[in-house]
Structures are given as structure tokens and as C-alpha cells.
């Protein structure tokens, strides 16, 4: 489905995701399922969670018990394709990378986004940093209803 779509499948998405008990912790999520020549994933992790060894071109892998989901890869990331989830409760905590303008506000309610680019649910936004070495990505923490937490990729402004 990647290949024809841009979209990956259910089973790839799936792939990334620790078990359950694992996301009671905040945990990165590496959806980079193309092998190209990146790195800063690895290099930006201070606690050696995430591999891609000596061919620069493997896809990542995280080391689940290593992960503190401190989210430097998530903005490390050239491609968006890193967030880090957390279950807590009835809800999903997600920080995530964003690029666009209006930058999200704490307590603003947005649209939560599927790989598809449809609107699924509410996504609470619970706080945004943005600093300068993260060269204009901000980093934004954001929930959504926990029956999203394998559906939900991103946020859109309501209009």
C-alpha cells in the first residue's frame, strides 16, 4: 500500500508500536518504512534507544527499554516521521513534530489527523515548545481519545 499510496498499511503501522504496557511510558514511534540515507534519529538520542548501525541506509529501530520519550529525536527527524506516544488513562499523549502556521496554543482543541489526512477525532493541545535548535520545528504535546492511538499522526487547525 506504501508504494502506491504514500499511506502505509495497518500492519506496518503496527509494526512501530510497542506492546501496550510498554506505552504506560512515554516511548518513540519511528515510522521511516523507506531505506534512505539518514541518521539524525540516532545520532539526536542521548540514551542509545534508537539503531540504525553501520549502512546508514537500514531503517531505524528502537530499543523499547531504553526510550525515555524525551521526544530530541522527534525533532531530530528530517522527515516528520517520528512521535512519541504515551497511554494515560482513557487517552493517547502524543508529542509530535509541527511546521505550520497558526502554531497550536495550550487548551486550544484541533482537528486529530489519520495517516489519510482525515479528520478522526479532538486533539487537545497541552503545550508547544519551540526552540531555536530545533530549527523550526516545534515540538507540541497533544491527546486524543486512546481508540485513536494507533490512527492518530497529526493536528490540523479548525477553521
Known amino acids: 500500500?506504501?508504494?502506491k499510496t504514500g499511506i502505509p498499511s495497518s500492519e506496518q503501522v503496527?509494526?512501530?508500536f510497542p506492546e501496550s504496557q510498554a506505552l504506560i511510558r512515554p516511548k518513540a514511534i519511528l515510522e521511516c518504512y523507506?531505506?534512505?540515507?539518514?541518521?539524525?534519529?540516532?545520532?539526536?538520542?542521548?540514551?542509545?534507544?534508537?539503531?540504525?548501525?553501520?549502512?546508514?541506509?537500514?531503517q531505524p529501530?528502537?530499543?523499547?527499554?531504553k526510550c525515555t520519550g524525551c521526544g530530541l529525536c522527534v525533532t531530530s527527524c528530517p522527515g516528520?516521521?517520528?512521535?512519541?506516544?504515551?497511554?494515560?488513562?482513557?487517552?493517547?499523549?502524543?508529542?509530535?513534530?509541527?511546521e505550520f502556521l497558526p502554531m497550536p496554543k495550550k487548551g486550544e482543541v484541533w482537528d486529530g489527523v489519520n495517516r489519510s489526512g482525515e479528520t478522526i477525532c479532538d486533539a487537545i493541545i497541552d503545550g508547544v515548545q519551540l526552540q531555536q535548535k530545533n530549527d523550526h520545528t516545534a515540538?507540541?504535546?497533544?491527546?486524543?481519545p486512546l481508540e485513536f492511538l494507533h490512527e492518530f499522526v497529526t493536528i490540523r487547525v479548525r477553521l
Request: net charge negative; proline share 7%.
Open 139 to 144: 515540538l507540541v504535546t497533544c491527546r486524543v
Open 61 to 65: 529501530k528502537l530499543i523499547v527499554d
Open 14 to 16: 503496527l509494526s512501530r
Open 80 to 98: 516528520l516521521a517520528i512521535v512519541v506516544a504515551q497511554i494515560k488513562g482513557d487517552h493517547a499523549q502524543f508529542k509530535i513534530p509541527y
Open 1 to 3: 500500500m506504501l508504494n
Open 34 to 58: 523507506e531505506d534512505i540515507p539518514c541518521n539524525p534519529c540516532q545520532t539526536s538520542c542521548p540514551f542509545d534507544a534508537i539503531i540504525i548501525g553501520e549502512n546508514i541506509n537500514t
